[in-house]
């Protein structure tokens, strides 16, 4: 049987996120012979996303249909993998590095006992595929193979070209019959962090602050400059710490890895921790008033000035344009 890669897709706010579109060309990379098939989970009426998914590069889309796949309870959508691995004999499993894909890679490798690479940022065809993934804080890079020819990968969002659209491809959906045993988790309550802003991890800019900002009101500044970009909001472990904003929006080694095309850091001193989830970004534009912070030896740009007076005239001239 013709060994397949299977893609695993990640909706978020009713559309399909953009490293999934780069997971189906990082599985076409790997092996170019091999079928391609996408999987999709939801409740019902997704197969809207299973054309996209087919038109974008993927054989077949299996749509995952089921009442406990409401929410992202990992332990469910293991079991659907699990049966789905032997009988197409899959070889490589890729989703993204988010917060979704990390949980799900883990345990699913774990349950079928085949290697698990995360983080990846590139890969290089070969006798045994290499993959390349960031270490020490993102100082220096390892060339990591999976021992078997069977593994489970995560990549990193904005490091891979995504599959170009085919209105006219055509492929295969198919509803596989899902037979869930007992769980042995259950979601009691989940909590969601109200905002209009998009996953940070996917955001090709992100507005970010940190300690200097100062103050709550302060920090929202950002908001307005992210707003004019078209970008989203970060934030390094100092504004967490003062309470500025929420946890979820943390850049760094314990929170998002993220690759934007274009980063601002305000009032950001640069510390190694927070510096290693953002390291991968395309430009810097650093914005702090101490000319010794660190993290203008990582800046493309620097200004040296309070982020508090800065900031309000870029505001101002984005609005004048």
Same mark, same amino acid.
């Given at each position: 049987m013709t060994s397949s890669q299977?893609?695993?897709?990640?909706?978020?706010?009713?559309?399909?996120?953009? =490293?999934t579109f780069e997971a189906i060309g990082v599985a076409r990379k790997m092996k170019p012979t091999d079928r391609i098939i996408g999987v999709? +989970? !939801?409740?019902?009426?997704?197969?809207q996303y299973a054309e996209t998914l087919i038109k974008s590069g993927c054989d077949e889309v299996l749509v995952m249909e089921h009442p406990e796949f409401v929410r992202e309870t990992i332990d469910?959508? =293991?079991?659907?993998?699990?049966?789905?691995?032997?009988?197409?004999?899959v070889q490589y499993i890729v989703t993204g590095h988010?917060? +979704? !894909?990390?949980?799900?890679?883990?345990?699913?490798?774990?349950?079928?006992?085949?290697g698990l690479i995360s983080d990846v940022v590139d890969i290089t065809n070969g006798e045994k595929i290499q993959f390349t993934t960031p270490v020490y804080a993102g100082k220096a890079y390892a060339k990591r193979i999976l021992k078997e020819d069977?593994?489970?990968?995560?990549?990193?969002?904005?490091?891979?070209?995504?599959t170009s659209f085919d209105e006219n491809r055509e492929g295969h959906i198919t509803y596989p019959e899902i037979h869930l045993q007992e769980k042995r988790e259950s979601l009691i309550e989940q909590l969601q962090f109200a905002t209009n802003q998009a996953d940070i991890r996917s955001s090709d800019i992100i507005v970010a602050g940190g300690r200097g900002m100062e103050t709550h009101e302060h920090f929202h500044l950002l908001y307005e400059l992210a707003e004019l970009l078209g970008g989203t909001v970060g934030a390094a472990r100092g504004a967490s710490?003062?309470?500025?904003?929420?946890?979820?929006?943390?850049?760094?080694q314990t929170g998002a890895k993220v690759t934007p095309k274009l980063y601002i850091a305000c009032g950001i001193s640069g510390a190694t921790q927070h510096i290693a989830g953002m390291s991968e970004a395309d430009v810097v534009v650093a914005i702090n008033k101490d000319p010794e912070a660190m993290i203008f030896k990582y800046a493309d740009y620097g200004i040296v000035g309070d982020v508090k007076e800065v900031i309000p005239q870029f505001i101002e001239i984005l609005k004048a344009n």
């Open positions: 299977l893609v695993i897709a990640e909706l978020k706010n009713n559309r399909l996120s953009n =490293v999709i +989970f !939801g409740v019902k009426d997704i197969q469910a959508y =293991v079991q659907a993998l699990q049966k789905v691995m032997s009988e197409y004999a988010t917060s +979704f !894909g990390q949980g799900l890679a883990a345990t699913l490798a774990n349950e079928c006992e085949v069977q593994g489970v990968i995560t990549i990193r969002p904005h490091n891979f070209e995504p710490d003062e309470g500025f904003c929420d946890s979820s929006i943390l850049i760094g």
